[in-house]
């Protein structure tokens, strides 16, 4: 069992914190966490040992613990160590190789690879103190998780907020992971979300997809270091960190993206495309008279049409979502489309805008039925077989 040693800073984003060792624990990471004084205004030592069901420290000065466990030793027995959230000051602290209480102690005691969410102000995380410390903790080899973009608990709005705890739970798997760095200077391309086709300025023709899937693939594989070009449908999920993100709205300027993209060593076409659009309207379609007549046209196949073009990658992987005779028309779909291997899921449940999928790979070499997981999951799992692939297939 993997193991992470997590510090929790002092600043409201604490509270993440809890749900981030809940996600931790049920992907089966041991978690100790240490929490500083700062820290412990927003959470309770209790708290946090009741979630990871270890015990949690506070003090350098702790003779009880420091005779069971040393803070040399509790710096040293993880896989990882965690810091989040990570204040301006902790941030300074662990820069500049300060060692004033048990968490900075214990970073710079270390040696193990450490990982760090900051989360502040956004004047704070924008100063040139900040920035300054942020770069040298980079050039020292901490990994450091950019803060999301939003409004803040302080009331203004920009950079600071902590992650998500699923999009550090992400980052902590792919620091742990065997495959990390697997996919360094390789460029992968995901398609992902709908496509909305315009019937008239204000309709359009759209489906359920929520883009959850794709975009947690774009991620998993900027986590294992490849240059990921993420087109995306309209969704209103954040782009995961690493990645370069192309929003479009129809399927033929998802096929114009795609094109545009090209080269890349993989296409992972993950987008639910619309299967046709509509010869649209200047004007909005008025009611009364007779029904619209809408003509359909059909769209084209941006899967098939990479796979057998001239600038085909290596490596493309197309999504086929059913509700019956699943592997049988992923089967059909592998041979129609070009690919290498079909993903598919039986969409009959509440797969679409749900967090789990349950799919089967099916390729040349047979099909790989993989149990329910979390979206997260998924994409993680086929992040690793994609840099194994194509690592295997290296010239
Ligand atoms: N796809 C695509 N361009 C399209 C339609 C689909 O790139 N115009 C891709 C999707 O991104 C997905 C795969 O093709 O990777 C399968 O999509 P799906 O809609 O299941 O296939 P269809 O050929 O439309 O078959 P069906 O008749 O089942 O809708």
New binding site residues.
Partial sequence: MKKVLLIVGGGIAAYKACELIRLMRKAGIAVRCVLTEGGAQFVTPMTLAALSEAPVHTSLWDLKDEAEMGHIQLSREADLVVVAPATADLLARMAAGIADDLATTLLLATDKPVLAAPAMNVRMWEHAATRRNVAQLTADGVTILPPDEGPMACGEYGPGRLPEPEAILAAIQSALSPQRGTLAGRHILV?AGPTHEPIDPVRFLGNRSSGKQGFAIAGALAALGARVTLVAGPVTLPTPPGVTRIDVET?LAMADAVQAALPADAAI?????A?WRVGAAAHKIKKGGALPDLKLVE?????ATVAKGPARPRLVV????ETDQVIA?AEA?LAR?GADWIVANDVSGAVMGGDDNSVHIVSAAGVDSWPALTKAEVARRLADRIATTLNESRP
């Fill in positions: 398609t399927a076409m993950v987008a639910a495309v299967d769209n084209p196949d941006i899967l197309g999504f086929a979502a028309h779909k489309k």
